[in-house]
């Protein structure tokens, strides 16, 4: 189990912010994303979106452990 | 080195007096403070989100970076996150070196990372709706001045 | 636009406060302080002469002329003048500009001047008897920046 | 008569920061001071030493109004 966290415009077309969702690696994570919401699916696959896994981002898909921190991040604005 | 989101409001004066208080070796602070400009009442709110831990965690990288390239003494950032109203600060930098070029430019360099990559998502809020906010051309423009 | 010269002690802080309240139609606010450094207790006691009236006049036309040429919104120039202890601070600049690039470039043209060429008469009373100080090549160099 | 004032090293040549003295031109007024101190005189004409007349520096000789205000300014060290 991952726990699935959304930032930015990402938050808004998916209503959540927070969820737990059960993967292993990052491309099972965003397939059963997609499976339940193909906005969201094209929106987490979409330009400058980042993963970051238990708060670094990483540029492969290395596997999840069990309970990581899965962060989508659109493009960055700054403050 | 201090570095801190914060979800209330902020006073940069209180910030100034605690980061210069005792600090005699040191020949120059600058400080930033950046406003959201209330355009006459006419100005939205803005909302600024951040990802907690993450995002001091990066700002704390590049604040590490301008440590040593402009072998600063000490450094604060200040960042509001939330809905910040118009006229309110929403960040406020502070550099001390030994002399005054080291102070400016870490301070420069600081605010042009901090306006242009931070991990910050911004939307304004106003009567037409809502608008997640990109960074401008100029922020590019600023942030590309320290490469290489 | 203030323009001060004062003999006693300031805290950077209080004068940022003073200068950023109720500004909600700027930007950006950067301030340089100077401090005397105390290099660990072997400095010496610094002593600023003015000519009272004339220092202020010239200090003044650079303030205009960085408010015109930065676009400002406002803009603060406190400078000890007399006996100043190692650690205390010698000069405070504030500038309030819609932007942050303007803030920045005016507070550094300013301190520039006022390092390099404002009307001050610098002596330095050490142990081993007062002497009087110019400014350095790098003053110079900075100055020269900003011609033509 | 001129109100002299002398400001960094030429204070501390002369021994005294302020003095009324009788000329009606910068010229007159430098004589004036050289003949009492000669050492002052040499320092009055000394590189980079400007003479304000009124809180105005001046590059020429004008003349001096009745109780006009001569400064002599050294280099200046900034602050």
Redesign the interface.
């Known amino acids: 189990m991952a726990k699935v966290?959304l930032?930015?415009?990402l938050?808004?077309i998916a209503g959540w912010r927070e969820k737990d969702v059960r993967a292993n690696t990052v491309a099972e994570l965003k397939a059963a994303l997609t499976a339940e919401d193909a906005a969201l699916g094209a929106a987490l696959n979409g330009k400058g979106v980042q993963v970051?896994i238990d708060?670094r981002i990483m540029r492969n898909d290395t596997g999840l452990r069990a309970n990581a921190e899965v962060?989508f991040?659109?493009?960055?604005?700054?403050? | 080195m201090t570095i801190a989101l914060q979800d209330t409001p902020f006073d940069p004066g209180v910030l100034l007096a605690f980061f210069s208080r005792g600090r005699t070796e040191t020949g120059a602070i600058v400080t930033f403070t950046g406003i959201a400009r209330a355009d006459g009442g006419k100005s939205e709110v803005l909302e600024l989100e951040a990802y907690p831990g993450f995002t001091e965690g990066e700002i704390r990288r590049i604040a590490e970076e301008a440590r040593v390239r402009f072998s600063l003494h000490d450094l604060m950032v200040i960042h509001r996150v939330g809905k910040i109203k118009p006229g309110a600060p929403i960040v406020f930098v502070a550099t001390a070196a030994g002399h005054r070029r080291e102070a400016f430019e870490a301070a420069d360099f600081l605010m042009d990372y901090l306006k242009s990559k931070a991990p910050f998502w911004k939307k304004e809020h106003g009567p037409a709706g809502e608008k997640w906010i990109e960074p401008t051309e100029r922020d590019h423009a600023d942030v590309a001045r320290w490469d290489g």
Not at chain 1, 73 to 79: E, F, I, R, V
């Open positions: 966290l930032f930015g415009p938050r808004d970051a708060q962060a991040l659109p493009p960055m604005s700054g403050g």
